[in-house]
């Protein structure tokens, strides 16, 4: 019997797994560069921290600015964003000296922060998923 009718399963297995693990680093490479030319076609580095492969759809900073924003405590007593107490985007209480941002078509109010960036890639309310272009 030769030798390579004694090994031959373990010969098989050993193409087989290199077969794989090029296969897997093959993908990898793959996936890793389209992820680095859709970021870097955008030029912003904030964007590509965020999320490298979801381009963003939403206003520009411009558009988002223009939605009306002030300091909790100036309006604790009227109630601002219809009783809501915290941020549905990152889930914390407002606190007294946080700057809020009302979003205007349908009077849901978040902090200016996490609006800001949730609005720079989505066009809609967070809670209502309003559309806030008019």
């Given at each position: 019997?030769?030798?390579?009718?004694?090994?031959?399963?373990?010969?098989?297995?050993?193409?087989?797994?290199?077969?794989?693990?090029?296969?897997?680093?093959?993908?990898?490479?793959i996936r890793?560069?389209?992820?680095?030319?859709a970021?870097?076609?955008?030029?912003?580095?904030?964007e590509?921290?965020?999320?490298?492969?979801m381009?963003?759809?939403?206003l520009?900073?411009?558009?988002?600015?223009?939605?009306?924003?002030?300091?909790?405590?100036?309006?604790?007593?009227?109630q601002?964003?219809?009783?809501?107490?915290?941020?549905?985007?990152?889930?914390?209480?407002?606190?007294?000296?946080e700057?809020?941002?009302?979003?205007?078509?349908?009077?849901?109010?978040?902090?200016?922060?996490?609006?800001?960036?949730?609005?720079?890639?989505?066009?809609?309310?967070?809670?209502c998923?309003?559309?806030?272009?008019?």
């Amino acid at each position: 019997m030769s030798y390579f009718r004694r090994n031959e399963g373990t010969i098989v297995f050993a193409f087989a797994s290199f077969a794989f693990i090029a296969f897997y680093c093959v993908n990898y490479f793959i996936r890793r560069c389209r992820g680095r030319t859709a970021g870097s076609a955008s030029g912003d580095t904030m964007e590509v921290e965020l999320s490298p492969r979801m381009s963003p759809r939403g206003l520009d900073a411009k558009a988002i600015e223009s939605f009306p924003s002030f300091v909790y405590t100036e309006a604790n007593g009227i109630q601002p964003g219809k009783g809501e107490l915290k941020c549905v985007v990152c889930l914390n209480d407002y606190e007294d000296d946080e700057m809020l941002r009302l979003v205007s078509p349908c009077g849901h109010v978040f902090h200016a922060d996490c609006v800001d960036i949730w609005l720079s890639y989505r066009s809609t309310c967070p809670i209502c998923r309003a559309d806030v272009v008019s």
